[in-house]
């Protein structure tokens, strides 16, 4: 099994926000397989499965809000029993601009806290992670800024950078960061 963890923060008030692209990704692929995501409270998380290509998916949007990611991340992982070469964890960036994506095979948490709660709880920075651009920052603080909704104008950039993104997830499954950081950073 494959897992895809998108991070962001539950809530109608924070659903077009820069800090839930990892959500938008995490809902396209849904929507785009046919699946719905289910309550999961034990692991904290929105939880859905799928298959492509005879692999099974489980996409997992953690319940916990942006700055307790981990707890989610480590419940589910515990549970399913899997291990990081089979997980990809998805998330804003606010040093990409927008229309932008980076992929990595591990690395510090960048200032980003969703991904120093998944650092603090998975005891290792060694995680695949695929970063959504969303600057470049005005000079307003961070956290006001990534919890701003996207203006009409960069969804329609966010769109054809959803759909790169998930086709460039599968290319990672197929074929391994190397060759993904190639083709798609």
Partial sequence: MKLIIGLGNVGGKYTFTRHN???????????????????????????TKFYKDGEEFM???????????????????????????????????????????????????????????????????????????IGPQPPIPAEAFVLQNFDSQSLEILKDVLSKSEEAIFYYFKNGIAKTQNNYN
């Avoid at 692209?21 to 939880?47: C, Q, T, W």
């Avoid at 229309?99 to 806290?113: E, L, Q, T, Y």
Wanted: charged share 25%.
């Fill in 21 to 47: 692209v990892g959500f938008m990704l995490a809902d396209k692929l849904a929507l785009n397989n046919g699946v719905e995501f289910r309550d999961n409270s034990k692991l904290k998380s929105l939880i």
């Fill in 59 to 133: 996409l997992v949007k953690p319940t916990t809000y942006m700055n307790l990611s981990g707890e989610a991340m480590r419940a589910v992982i515990d549970y399913y029993k899997i291990e990081p070469k089979d997980m990809i964890i998805v998330y804003d960036d606010l040093s990409l601009d927008l229309g932008k994506i980076r992929f990595r095979a591990n690395g510090s948490d960048g200032g980003h806290n969703g991904i120093k709660s998944v650092i603090k709880h998975l005891g290792s920075k060694d995680f695949a992670r695929l970063k959504i651009g």
